[in-house]
């Protein structure tokens, strides 16, 4: 089973869109299990309840925090971190996306991404996981990052690893305001508050993190 990890705020609409794309495309619905990560505070949270009665409350103030808090719920055995405003295209995207990361990675610890339909390959804007890699990180990203740096923290460490693998055939298209127009009051709040600037510090000083982190993994690939 792919666990999906999706931190959501004000996005009622684009989540059901989200969620109704994994419905249409997956190869078996029993494959997957959609966890949306909502603030207590949540404005559309009626509208939330609406499309998904089994919402995460997170009290947080991150994006590392909820999507941490998300894949200690999980129940799969792939976390696949998502956005709210993406969009599912290519059909039986998750056997494609399970069978390429099982031949390639038999000790399960790896990377897998697919085409985000906008950017280049280099880019691995959602990574998904074997949960053995968190069991061995004791956690899928950095609590703090607010928003930005997640995905890089992660493929980073796989890259170096030299586990990094993109599936350029598997659409899961980024629907992103910059490519869409629609720049919502999501988007405006993350521009307004200078996130981009924060989380890239974050993330240059979250180098020693990124090391263990890699001394961790490379542990277990030696002795499995």
């Not at 794309?21 to 603030?39: G, K, P, Q, W, Y």
């Not at 897998?112 to 074997?130: D, E, Q, R, T």
């Not at 170096?160 to 999501?186: A, C, N, Q, S």
Request: with cysteine; hydrophobic share 40%; charged share 20%.
């Amino acid at each position: 089973m792919i666990s999906l990890l999706c931190p959501s705020r004000q996005r009622a609409t684009k989540a059901s869109q989200m969620i109704e794309s994994v419905r249409s495309t997956i190869s078996n619905i029993e494959n997957v299990e959609i966890l949306l990560a909502i603030d207590p505070d949540e404005p559309e949270l009626e509208e939330y309840l609406n499309i998904m009665p089994s919402l995460h409350l997170i009290d947080a103030t991150t994006n590392g925090q909820r999507l941490n808090a998300l894949a200690s719920f999980s129940s799969g055995d792939f976390l696949y971190y998502i956005n709210d405003d993406v969009l599912f295209r290519t059909p039986n995207w998750d056997t494609l996306l399970v069978e390429a990361f099982t031949e390639k990675y038999p000790d399960n610890i790896g990377v897998i991404y697919a085409n985000n339909g906008h950017y280049l390959p280099l880019a691995c804007s959602f990574p998904m996981v074997h949960r053995r890699w968190r069991e061995i990180l004791g956690h899928i990203t950095l609590d703090v990052f607010e928003h930005f740096f997640n995905a890089a923290y992660i493929s980073t460490i796989a890259r170096d690893l030299g586990r990094l693998h993109y599936m350029p055939d598997v659409l899961i298209e980024h629907m992103h305001w910059l490519v869409t127009g629609d720049k919502d009051i999501t988007a405006q709040h993350v521009i307004a508050n200078g996130r981009l600037s924060k989380d890239r510090q974050a993330f240059i000083c979250s180098e020693e993190q990124r090391q263990e982190g890699k001394d961790k993994l490379l542990k277990y690939m030696i002795n499995s």
